[in-house]
Structure formats: C-alpha cells, structure tokens
C-alpha cells in the first residue's frame, strides 16, 4: 500500500506565503512525476504544478513566477512553495504521484488534500 500525506495549509493573507509538503511512504521501488493540483469550490480539479523524476517543473500559467515546485528522491517528497498569494488561490491542494510499487505495478496515487485560504 502507498500513502500520500500532505501538510503545510492554511490561512495566509493575499500577499503571503505558505508552503505545502506532501511524502510517500508505502512499498515503493520509485516514483516518476510528482505534483499539486488544486479544486476551489464548485470548480474541477486542475493542475497546479508537476516535476519529473529529473527534476523538470512544468506550471498552470495561473502560478507561473509566483509558485515553486520541488522534491527531495531520497525522502519522496514534494514541496510546494506559494507566494503572492492571491485569493483565487483558495483551494484544496493534492499531492499527486506515479509510484512503481511493490509487487510490481503502477500506481496513480493521491493524497488526501490540505485546504489553503487566502482572505484578509
């Protein structure tokens, strides 16, 4: 069995900062693309950001030059840092992985979310 487990969200002003952290724990033999997407309120789950096993990041054009994604192999995590956030940044965020486990099969595994509000 492989888990996701995601932390780091909150409340944060427009403006702030926030980071989210999301680890793999499980059977794993390795992990290929890492990422977050993110689902507001009456909205579809949509692409944040993802990062390669070799550390190629691609963005939403909405977080282009405003979040950072990056991950640690050894640990399997995946960080994601937020700045100038902005309201409509207010969702819930998912971890998100493409994990070669064991016994051998792939899995498209999700964590449980963490909710991000920005509002003054």
């Known amino acids: 069995q492989v888990q996701l487990v995601e932390s780091g969200g909150g409340l944060v002003q427009p403006g702030g900062s926030l980071g989210l952290s999301c680890t793999a724990s499980g059977s794993i033999f390795s992990i290929s693309a890492m990422g977050w997407y993110r689902q507001a309120p009456g909205k579809q789950r949509e692409l944040v950001a993802t990062?390669?096993?070799?550390?190629?990041?691609n963005y939403a054009d909405s977080v282009k030059g405003r979040f950072t994604i990056s991950r640690d192999n050894a640990k399997n995590l995946v960080y994601l840092q937020m700045n100038s956030l902005k309201p409509q940044d207010t969702a819930v965020y998912y971890c998100?992985?493409?994990?070669?486990?064991?016994?051998?099969?792939?899995?498209?595994?999700w964590g449980q979310g963490t909710l991000v509000t920005v509002s003054s």
């Open positions: 990062i390669t096993g070799n550390g190629v990041a």
């Open positions: 998100n992985a493409d994990v070669l486990a064991d016994p051998i099969r792939y899995l498209e595994v």
